[in-house]
């Protein structure tokens, strides 16, 4: 018996929507880290792009555990001398939400051009508005911590 490998022409990308209301924000990310590297699908093939498109929508209003608002800081380097600027979580929810759940599943793809691809195909937006309706994208739901569903699984 023959080994499948998915190649790069033959893959078919499919759109995932998530709600990221009321959603931890680790468990929103891995989720939606596993859909951008195409391991929920079987056909699966590493060293390959099976990804698939992940809208996710309501940024503004993920959970965080702990006192992680407060504490937790995000760096960023301008690129001048001395251009290390960082900022809490709070105060960057309130200037740019969607950059929490990016920078959260950035960190969990993998750290090379192909990792840079995937991440090209994520789609975050702080409201709940997307303007992605032509692509009929599925809603897919996040795990809780006992393992029951956010939301249920549409399909197509």
């Known amino acids: 018996m023959k080994s499948f490998r998915m190649r790069q022409e033959d893959v078919e990308r499919r759109w995932y929507h998530v709600d990221a209301s009321d959603q931890v924000l680790g468990r929103l990310a891995v989720k939606v880290a596993r859909i951008l590297m195409g391991k929920e699908d079987p056909r699966f093939t590493p060293g390959v792009d099976t990804g698939d498109f992940v809208v996710v929508t309501g940024a503004d209003k993920v959970r965080l555990t702990g006192k992680k608002e407060q504490n937790k800081t ?13 900022e809490t979580l709070g105060s960057l929810r309130t200037r740019k939400p969607h950059r929490i759940v990016e920078e959260a599943v ?11 691809r995937m991440l090209g195909r994520l789609k975050v ?5 997307h303007p992605h309706g ?23």
């Open 74 to 86: 995000y760096y960023r380097h301008t690129g001048y001398l001395g251009g290390l600027r960082a």
């Open 106 to 116: 950035r960190r969990m793809l993998p750290k090379n051009q192909l990792g840079r």
């Open 125 to 129: 937006y702080g409201g709940n508005e």
């Open 134 to 156: 032509a692509q009929r994208p599925v809603t897919v739901g996040v795990p809780h911590a006992k393992g029951q569903w956010h939301k249920q699984t549409s399909q197509r």
